[in-house]
């Protein structure tokens, strides 16, 4: 047997993300500056809306160098968010699988790898260091100049300095230099803004693009959506690993206790009828489950049908209201409706839908529908057609039973939130077709486009009517003339009143009202 | 500002993907039960054909037990591969990112997650311990049993055991339980097989199912297509942290010893040539680069336009012969034709496309095209329209100009290998639209798809030859008797050569010969 040898090594998570970085979406010069803007913005929003924070973002690119061979561009941003304890700068910046994102709770951040990618793609292109201030608002602001050891995973710091701060300013500064190629990625980063925007109405965001262009999203509330909340693990998604680590560290004496101290809404109700279910003893000692114990628990809890469903008040959709007014201020559509959905569940994880659909406007008429997705008020935009909301619009809706043709400008807006987006790559790029998703997605859509059909129905008839009165108000005139001259009468009748009730129709284009 | 305490920490590898373990194909115990097998079997046969033994593997998938809450399984797969060096055995299978696929070789295998996926999922389903047994063919057999501190990313060996192994055995064989749903997942299971099967003609695959169903696929050949070697980086793939790397190994104390020792098909003529492009002196000794030289270095090398392509010799395509008999095997096709395309390369990494077309036999005839898709000889089974070759067939090719109607029996069958496969997942389901991949596939689409319609062609106009001889062949007779009884002669003409000449056709079934 021809023999070859094979060499068996251990890489780092960071080796393993350098090597594989197109599942983090750095593909190619162009999606790197998308992703490169999107993360960072993305975890400056996250810092600012958990401390209830309106945020106040600036980022600029520049064009560092360019020649024949590639385009190097530089990106500072800045935010006023809560900004980051300095002894967990170099591991938040340098270390890849070290963050503040891996608890049950709702933000844009799932991975804790997208900031962190786009400093490591900036030091294998550029081979330059990052450079960060920040402060959480206390009386000194911490600056470092980080590389990454990938090889390692650890941050190699080669600059520290510490600055003291008499405003109490609190936020973060990253600067570094990247490769890219910003023109192609110009209207996609342009469009991910505009979206950003649309979902985040209450946050000013500031662009300076390598032009010098400037883009500026002024918010138009200072509300902020409560923020969310961390949840303890719902049984129903729980695993024996999941267990055993919480047998390692609980400090219940007995199953009663460890029932209701460790997972989401089991009280004590609950806790013995599920324990009865299990065929557990409530006075058992955790400690003392044997492997086969907790592979029991673990699949009772999966098939317990009494526990309360995830309490979705951990999470923070847009409402209403707000996801309205920033639809309105983006597309200035003639009609539009939205719908936030109830809280539902998937494996154990809560997440609320919210739909919307506007017509006219600004919103682009192409031919079919233009479909807008947000997840945890991310902007989705690429591989649309692999997304579950694309699926529910394109196979699962009869546009045509709601009066839409494929002309019409017509956007349809969803946004999923949830303690775990179900993304199916690291790049956020699209959401899995989960059954309890899909159905709620679809529910949603059917009510907003009943609503729509009204709308359209009355716009229709109310189109017809205006013709007709066109018509009419084309020959009143001659009518009235033509009957005075019969009447030979000297003094034509007034016809204002009767051309009064076409300008009724005339102004007809703005929202109907509830 | 309301503080809320953010918690950073870290974790491990092991542990983001048992988090994330959607990203790696373990959804729901369907998938887990699919993905299992799937990357179980895959392992067996790189372990197999990278040392030129014909596969005999052999699956075993019984129930464990069940209950109205979840099924359990015990899975056991035996090859007779080149085994796993006993001092690596902890580690390949109980510790993430460790392995020997981190080359620039074609393997099945890309990521070095899937088989060690699997025993965690196992773990965490079940709480048990994997068995392995393993021989590289030397005097011992090895024996493990295992479980992952998925929290510290490291295997705890429960049990190990040395055999004497008389009859020089060499091969792996990996026994483990968890928790799936087979009934599910059963016919994406067997298709696989199937397709597996197709472009494994060489090897000998047995599953036995939980059902007790004996599921055999026989090899019609010994002949292996030749091994894949591993290659150096193409200069055309490589960054900065690439040449950091080779600069902190490198015996070279020159440029030019660097460029021809540690890249791809770079001679010494191309090397004096880049040199001069880079406006490098071929003298200096790369230990002496500065940072802003690597960078200069890595794009020079980018852009550089006289570096011979990739040599595709390191790759091993099915070969057209092999595919052809894989197909004919499973699909029993009345025409088929298979293409082998040049080697192109995308970022320095070569790849071979290879495409057939099949019409009728036991191709299903369903509405559309059936897609069988295949990389690196893993066939592809789920998100099909996410894949490049899909978009391929259904937005790129005019199937109507090469006279296929949508309800005619074709099967397109696309197979790319190459050192790195640009999947879009860590699950390995789908493959992104790389324009080099794309351009390649579709070109073989049109050439074989133009050989299918000379077939076409031919066979319609034989289809109406053969309608009318049939009408002829209807009458003749009564002609015959007729023509006979007007010439009041006794005995008919003899009509049988005549009628020949229809049998002739009713044999067309086969093959075109080219």
């Known amino acids: 047997m021809a023999q070859q040898r094979e060499v068996f090594m251990e890489i780092s998570p960071a080796d393993f993300f350098y090597r594989n970085r197109d599942l983090a979406g750095f593909t190619n010069p162009s999606r790197a500056v998308y992703a490169t803007i999107r993360e960072l913005l993305e975890n400056s929003l996250d810092a600012c809306e958990l401390h209830r924070i309106p945020p106040e973002i600036y980022i600029r690119l520049s064009q560092e160098s360019s020649n024949d061979k ?31 994102k891996y608890t049950l709770k709702q933000v844009r951040g799932t991975f804790g790898l997208g900031g962190k990618m786009a400093v490591l793609y900036g030091q294998i292109t550029t081979h330059s260091s990052v450079h960060i201030i920040s402060s959480t608002g206390t009386s000194r602001i911490y600056e470092f100049e980080l590389m990454i050891d990938i090889q390692k995973n650890r941050p190699i ?67 902020l959506p409560p923020p969310p909340d961390e949840i303890l693990p719902h049984p129903y998604g729980v695993d024996v690993e999941t267990i055993q680590r919480i047998i390692n560290v609980t400090k219940c004496r007995d199953m009663l206790c460890f029932m209701t101290t460790h997972f989401h809404r089991v009280g004590k109700n609950t806790a013995e009828k599920f324990l009865e279910y299990a065929q557990l003893d409530g006075k058992t000692d955790p400690k003392r489950l044997t492997p086969d114990d907790s592979v029991a628990l673990a699949q009772a809890m999966r098939n317990f049908p009494d526990f309360l469903p995830p309490d979705a008040s951990c999470l923070s959709p847009i409402g209403r209201e707000l996801l309205e007014a920033g639809i309105r201020k983006e597309l200035n559509p003639d009609f539009i409706i939205v719908e936030q959905r109830k809280p539902a569940a998937y494996s154990g994880y809560p997440f609320i839908v919210e739909v919307g659909v506007a017509f006219g406007g600004e919103v682009p008429s192409k031919t079919g529908i233009a479909l807008y997705r947000f997840a945890n008020r991310i902007p989705l935009l690429y591989d649309e057609s692999s997304d579950v909301a694309w699926k529910v619009a394109n196979t699962k809706v009869n546009w045509r039973h709601y009066k839409v043709t494929p002309d019409m400008p017509i956007a349809l807006i969803v946004h999923i939130c949830s303690t775990k987006v179900p993304y199916k790559t690291v790049g956020k790029e699209f959401i899995a077709d989960r059954p309890e998703v899909e159905n709620e997605i679809l529910r949603g859509v059917r009510n907003v486009s009943r609503r729509l059909r009204l709308f359209l129905s009355r716009k229709i008839s109310i189109e017809r009517e205006r013709q007709r009165l066109n018509v009419f108000s084309r020959y009143l005139p001659k009518i009235a003339k033509f009957a005075t001259e019969l009447a030979e009468k000297e003094e034509e009748p007034d016809i204002k009143p009767l051309l009064g009730s076409i300008d009724r129709f005339r102004s007809f284009s703005e929202n109907e009202e509830e």
Chains 1, 2 share one sequence.
């Open 157 to 223: 710091i080669m600059k520290k300095d510490v600055k003291s701060n008499k405003d109490k300013w609190h936020g973060t500064i990253i600067e570094f230099t990247f490769e890219g190629d910003y023109t192609k990625a110009m209207a996609k980063i342009i469009e991910y803004m505009k979206q950003t925007a649309m979902v985040a109405p209450y946050a000013n965001l500031t662009f300076i693009d390598p032009k010098g262009r400037l883009y500026r999203y002024t918010r138009i509330t200072d509300k």
């Open 70 to 100: 590639a385009e190097t561009y530089r990106i500072r941003i800045m935010d006023n968010g809560s900004g980051v304890p300095p002894e967990h700068i170099p591991s938040a910046f340098g270390q890849i699988l070290y963050g503040s």
